[in-house]
């Protein structure tokens, strides 16, 4: 069975940092890209990052270029999300989600975890 | 402003059919797959069609995908109680270089 399971949310005062993590299992975890998706209540689900799987290619939403970096561990099977100069707008619920092919591209995400829960506020 | 456009909300009976529409552009859809999602209250959002009009194993028939031209349609047949929650439409933009989703649309069974 495939699970998702995220952690690292919390509550972060703005411009400070955050990094989310996301445990994966049930399936070969290097042979799929990699995303993390949060919804939030104004906006519904924006995409935020994938990353390919083997990290040779990795995609950003033009909301977090250059504050937020992906990354991840075929060997500890986890996926990663540095978040830096958090502000208000990054409140949100942050999936983790996996693609069923090997690159960030048009490709669906058929399973996803429960979500970790970050908000920004001083 | 999502990129790609879904009607806020839709509405119908038990066992009838409703169909929500995802408008896009040459950059998106008429390009790319496009995907849909179902997020019931308080669940992570689930597949429930890929690549434009095929359904994931364990997903019901009663749902179904179409595209054309930049755009597309879920529909749903035999409205159930069940269903109600969030759809949303989500397909790869080659101008933003990334997954574009649609604002989603909240589906009420009267």
């Known amino acids: 069975e495939v699970q998702l399971v995220e952690s690292g949310g919390g509550l972060v005062q703005p411009g400070r940092s955050l990094r989310l993590s996301c445990a994966a299992s049930?399936?070969?975890?290097?042979?799929?890209?990699m995303h993390w998706v949060r919804r939030t209540p104004g906006k519904g689900l924006e995409w935020v990052s994938g990353?390919?799987?083997?990290?040779?290619?990795?995609g950003y939403a033009d909301s977090v270029k250059g504050r937020f970096t992906i990354s991840r561990d075929n060997v500890k099977n986890s996926l990663y999300l540095q978040m830096n100069s958090l502000s208000a707008e990054d409140t949100a619920l942050y999936y983790c989600?996996?693609?069923?092919?090997?690159?960030?591209?048009?490709?669906?995400?058929?399973?996803w975890g429960q979500g970790t829960l970050v908000t920004v506020s001083s | 402003q999502s990129v790609l456009t879904q009607p806020p909300s839709v509405s119908g009976a038990p066992r009838q059919r409703v169909t929500i529409s995802c408008s896009g552009s040459?950059?998106?859809?008429?390009?790319?797959?496009v995907n849909w999602y179902q997020q019931l209250p308080g669940k992570a959002p689930k597949l429930l069609i890929y690549?434009?009009?095929l359904l994931p194993s364990g997903v019901s028939d009663r749902f179904s995908g179409s595209k054309s031209g930049t755009s597309a349609s879920l529909a749903i047949s035999g409205l159930q109680s069940e269903d109600e929650g969030d759809y949303y439409c989500?397909?790869?933009?080659?101008?933003?270089?990334?997954?574009?989703f649609g604002g989603g649309t909240k589906l009420t069974v009267l």
């Open positions: 989600a996996k693609a069923n092919r090997r690159t960030v591209g048009a490709n669906p995400f058929d399973y």
């Open positions: 049930g399936f070969t975890f290097d042979d799929y890209a």
């Open positions: 990353i390919d799987w083997n990290s040779g290619g990795t």
């Open positions: 040459s950059s998106n859809i008429r390009n790319n797959a």
């Open positions: 690549y434009d009009d």
């Open positions: 989500a397909s790869w933009d080659d101008r933003l270089n990334g997954v574009v």
